[in-house]
């Protein structure tokens, strides 16, 4: 398949941007270099993966596979740049492109061209996204760099990567110059005939962020717990709660491998939901008692004032056990009761979580296609 070929596209949209991309490229390189593009790709160290400070150990199992980062560059990635690099992409999940926003503001990506090996694959992109493995990262198999460094969902996933030659040159104009490209070709060209490797360092910041999506539900939990247990009608189901709660926690210290958590995890979130659908029924029925008793109008009152409390620590006990609840519920209003009642602390908690809740339908058919337990 010529590099040519890869510009080529049916959407007139898409076919009319890669036309220049295309022009842009061939008179940059020139028609005798151009088939070394296939050796070039490129790829983001997100959001997630700097501030857990684990870039520069993603890019030393890259380069393990022989896939090597070529001028790696710092930024921030949003507005105009942001919405350039997923131009497509947005069309395609309008319903849930606010999360991309939310997302890249919290701290800086890496960008990088990358040379290397396509080995088996017609071009180094596409081996690439083979090595990362699905874009939902609990639907991976260990080998995959999205699943081995425990990436939270399909937005915090470690890395972004392009599709095919032509994607990643019109991503990669974004930040790098024509110039640059006319390098990475020269170094491309030097890696196939010479064996020459390029060396370069991604470093990692020295402040970490702990971002890990069962560890995060498990303290949202815990807090909840702690909330609920001022109230007497609570207390026994919250100490039940509690000792499934440590028995989670357990878990989530004993191993980070995605599939087997989940197979941990599995039974102790079904226990878990089942007590808070009947904490549920009993705010129910407690509702219906004060309301239909007659009297005692100040004490319905304060009951009536702590109604919307109880009903949102209890449904998100109830969402935070249970993936496909999740998927159903309202997470904009809940996610800011959770805020208001210091469940949800910092802008790392929040947009872990309305993340996960805005890709989870997607995220549930993906795990379930590739044989992975959903909680």
């Known amino acids: 398949m010529s590099v040519e070929s ?22 940059t390189i020139g028609d005798e270099d151009l088939k070394f593009l296939n050796y070039v790709g490129f790829i983001i160290f997100k959001p997630d993966t700097v501030a857990r400070g684990i870039a520069g150990k993603v890019a030393s199992e890259f380069e393990k596979r022989e896939i090597y980062v070529w001028k790696p560059k710092k930024v921030y990635l949003t507005g105009e740049k942001l919405n350039k690099l997923y131009m497509f992409v947005k069309q395609k999940y309008a319903d849930t492109w606010w999360v991309m926003e939310k997302v890249f503001r919290l701290a800086p990506c890496i960008i990088s061209l990358c040379i290397g ?21 609990a639907a991976g198999t260990p080998g995959k760099i999205r699943y081995d460094f425990s990436g939270s969902n399909r937005i915090f996933n470690v890395v972004h990567a392009t599709d095919d030659p032509a994607a990643c040159v019109r991503e990669a104009l974004i930040f790098y110059t024509e110039k640059e490209m ?23 910041e020295t402040g970490k962020t702990d971002i890990d999506i069962f560890k995060t539900i498990a303290a949202f939990k815990r807090r909840i717990c702690s909330e609920l247990g001022n109230f007497d009608e609570y207390r026994d189901s919250i100490s039940l709660f509690i000792d499934l709660l440590e028995q989670e926690e357990k878990a989530i210290q004993e191993t980070t491998e995605i599939r087997r958590r989940r ?12 007590l808070s659908l009947r904490m549920e029924e009993k705010l129910g029925e407690n509702i219906r008692r004060y309301a239909r008793k007659p009297g005692e109008y100040m004490l319905k009152v304060k009951v009536g004032g702590l109604i919307g409390k109880l009903e949102a620590l209890i449904t998100a006990l109830k969402i935070l056990s249970s993936e496909s609840e999740m998927a159903k519920i309202d997470m904009d209003r ?32 993906d795990m379930e296609e590739n044989g992975t337990i959903v909680l």
Not at 6 to 27: H, L
Not at 117 to 137: A, S, V, Y
Not at 182 to 204: C, M, Q
């Open 6 to 27: 890869y510009f080529k596209r049916e959407d007139k949209v898409e076919a009319k941007v890669y036309e220049e991309v295309y022009r842009i490229i061939k008179k």
């Open 117 to 137: 090996n396509p080995k088996d694959f017609p071009h180094l992109p596409g081996r690439i996204r083979f090595e990362i493995g699905p874009t939902t990262p």
């Open 182 to 204: 006319k390098e990475v070709i020269k170094d491309a060209k030097s890696y196939v005939l010479e064996g020459k490797t390029p060396r370069y360092d991604v470093k990692d």
């Open 263 to 274: 197979e941990r995890l599995s039974p102790i979130y079904k226990r878990e939901h089942e």
């Open 334 to 365: 809940l996610l800011l009761e959770m805020m208001s009642l210091g469940i949800v602390k910092g802008g790392w908690e929040e947009t872990l979580l309305h993340t996960t809740w805005a890709v989870m339908p997607q995220m549930i058919r």
